[in-house]
C-alpha cells in the first residue's frame, strides 16, 4: 500500500501549489528586434493588471470585460506617455493554455518597448515567470499530462520532420493514451486481487489467473515495444551521430563545410590543422545528422595533435555511421596505419569508405582504386570532389540509406525522452515479476504489489504520480515564456 500514500502525498502536494498562483508574465517570442514580439500575462489578476496599463480604442470594452478570444486594438500607457501600440487578445480561464485567465500582448520588436511593458505590469503586481512556468501550470492546472507537457519542449526544440512529427504526435496525447490504456487495465485487476485478500478466509477467486497471465503477457510485449523505440527515438531525436576520419588534409574540414553549407571548420594546406572534434547538424529529408569533423589520424610527435587524434577515435566509438575521408591523390603508408586504427573500430558500425580530390586523377586510377583498396571491406564506396562539389548528392544518398531508419506513420508511439525510458523499463521489470508469479502460483499480495509498482512507473511519465524535484527538473529546461 506505500505507492497509494505516495501517491496521495504527491497529489496533496500538487493541490497546494495552485491554491493562490500569482499572475506571472513573460516574453514568450525570441529575444532581440523583430517586426512584433508577444508578451504573455496568466492568473486570475491578468486582466485587472492588463486593463491599468492598456487603453482600448473608444469602441472596445477593457480587457476585464471583453469576451474570450477576442482581439483589442490599443495603446500601452506610461504615466500619461503612449509607449506603443498593441494588440491585446483574451483567453478566459478554464479555456486557456494554462488554464487560467491570459491575456497576449502583441506589441512591436523593440526589446526597449519589451522590457518597458514588462516593467509596468511587475510594477501593477505580474511577477517574472521562470522558466516553464507557464507549461507547468498547465499541467498543474489538467491541461496536459506530464508527457505532453514535455512534449510542448520537443516541439520547439524539434529541428527536423521526424522530430516534428513524434512531437506533434505526443504532444496531442497518443502516448499518453497508450499508457493510460495500460494503466486502467492493470487497476481493473489489482482492485479484484485486492478484493480478494479482504476475504482471504473463504477462500475465494474474483481474478482470473489465467485471464492475468495473458493481460500481463500483452502489458509486457506493448512495453517492451515501446523500450526498444527509444534507440530509433533518440536518432530522430537528437541527431544520427556521423564522423568523418582519415589523414590529414584529406579533405574532412571541407567535406562539413559543403554539407552544413558554411565555414565552420578551418580549411588550410597545414597538416594538422583540425585538432579538436568540430561538430554541427543538418536535416538530409527529415532525418537530422550530427556530423563530427575530427582531428587528422597520422604519426605524429605533437602531443596536443596526438590528444586530438585520442578524441578522434572516441568520437567513433560514439557514432553510428563513419566516413573515411580518403585523399586519392596522397597514398602512402599511413593508409595502412589509419586502416589498422579504423576496421577494428567499425565492424558494427555503418562504414563510408569516401574517395576524395577525384578531379585530379584519371579514369583509369579510379578504376584501379575499386578494385585493389581495401577490397574485402563491407563498406558504401564513393568518388567526389568535396571542392568542386561533384557527386556530393550521392553521399547523401548513401548515408539516408545507411541511417536504415523504420517509415515512422503519423500515429506511431515512438520513446524519445531518457526519463520515460527509465520508468518504461522500470514498468516492465515489473510486469515481469507479474507474469512469473502468476506462473510461480505466488500469493496475491505478492503480485499486486508488483503490480501496483508497474502502475506507479507508468504514472510517473504522464505526472498522475509525481515529486516537486522532478517537475522542477523537467520546467527547468524550457525557455522563459513557454
Partial sequence: MEYDFYTYICEASLKLKTMNPSTICAISTPSGTGGIAVIRISGEQAFRITDQIFHPHKQDAPVENQSPYTLSYGQIHRNNEVLDEVVASVFRAPHSFTGENTVEITCHGSPY???????????????????????????????????????????????????????????????????????????????????????????????????????????????????????????????????????????????????????????????????????????????????????????????????????????????????????????????????DKIIPKTKHKKLILVFNKIDKISPEEQAILEEEFLPHVPAERIYLSAKYKQNTERLEQVLLKAANLPEINENDIIVTNLRHYEALNKALESIRRVEKGLHNNLSGDFIAQDIRECMHYLGEITGEISTDEVLGNIFRNFCIGK
Fill in 113 to 339: 518597448i519589451q522590457q518597458e511593458i514588462l516593467k509596468l505590469l511587475i510594477d501593477k503586481g505580474c511577477e517574472l515567470a521562470r522558466p516553464g512556468e507557464f507549461t507547468q501550470r498547465a499541467f498543474l492546472n489538467g491541461k496536459m499530462d506530464l508527457s505532453q507537457a514535455e512534449a510542448v519542449a520537443d516541439v520547439i526544440a524539434s529541428s527536423s520532420a521526424a522530430a516534428h512529427r513524434l512531437a506533434m504526435n505526443q504532444m496531442r496525447g497518443g502516448f499518453s493514451r497508450e499508457l493510460q490504456q495500460l494503466r486502467s487495465q492493470l487497476l481493473d485487476f489489482v482492485s479484484l486481487i485486492e478484493l480478494e485478500l479482504d476475504f482471504s478466509e473463504e477462500d475465494v477467486e474474483f481474478a482470473d489467473r489465467t485471464r492475468l497471465s495473458d493481460l500481463a503477457t500483452g502489458i509486457k510485449n506493448v512495453l517492451s515495444k515501446l523500450v526498444n523505440s527509444f534507440s530509433v527515438g533518440n536518432v530522430l531525436k537528437n541527431g544520427i551521430p556521423v564522423v568523418i576520419v582519415g589523414e590529414t588534409n584529406a579533405g574532412k574540414s571541407t567535406l562539413l563545410n559543403l554539407l552544413l553549407n558554411d565555414d565552420k571548420a578551418i580549411v588550410s594546406d597545414i597538416h594538422g590543422t583540425t585538432r579538436d572534434a568540430i561538430e554541427d547538424v543538418i536535416s538530409i529529408r527529415g532525418i537530422t545528422f550530427r556530423f563530427i569533423d575530427t582531428a587528422g589520424i597520422r604519426s605524429t610527435g605533437d602531443e596536443v595533435e596526438k590528444i586530438g587524434i585520442n578524441r578522434t577515435f572516441q568520437k567513433i566509438d560514439q557514432a553510428s555511421i563513419v566516413i573515411w575521408m580518403i585523399d586519392t591523390t596522397h597514398f602512402n603508408k599511413e593508409i595502412e596505419y589509419i586502416a
